[in-house]
């Protein structure tokens, strides 16, 4: 009952700065953490950047001072700012949600942990 929405996904040169967008939408009561993972061909997902609703964030080691994670609570939305792209970042990027939402047609919340369809990010000359 909670859809995300990625965007800004692209193709840019090593070096480059790309800035990826995602919003939330549905019977949404709170969210508490938001976060970027990534996919390469042939590995396993990985942890990117995550940020709670107090805007606490954790960075894999690989992106840390490259890459920034901000949220719009109001807006439910989040974004991750990479800058100084290199050739192994490039990934789907896929945005995460887990937070509390609201039973249509009921008063009743229920926990949900959901994933957006990707975008595709290549950093290559």
């Known amino acids: 009952q909670v859809q995300l929405v990625e965007s800004g996904g692209g193709l840019v040169q090593p070096g480059g700065s790309l800035r990826l967008s995602c919003a939330a939408s549905?019977?949404?009561?709170?969210?508490?953490?938001m976060g970027w993972y990534r996919q390469a061909p042939g590995k396993q997902r990985e942890l990117v950047a995550r940020?709670?609703?107090?805007?606490?964030?954790r960075y894999a080691d690989s992106v840390k001072d490259r890459f920034t994670i901000s949220r719009d609570n109001a807006k439910n939305t989040v974004y991750l700012q990479m800058n100084n792209l290199r050739p192994e970042d490039t990934a789907v990027y896929y945005c995460n949600a887990v937070g509390r939402a609201t039973v249509p047609g009921t008063a009743d919340r229920e926990s949900f942990d959901s994933w957006g369809r990707g975008t595709q990010v290549t950093v290559s000359s």
């Open positions: 549905g019977s949404i009561f709170s969210i508490n953490t």
């Open positions: 940020i709670t609703s107090g805007r606490t964030t």
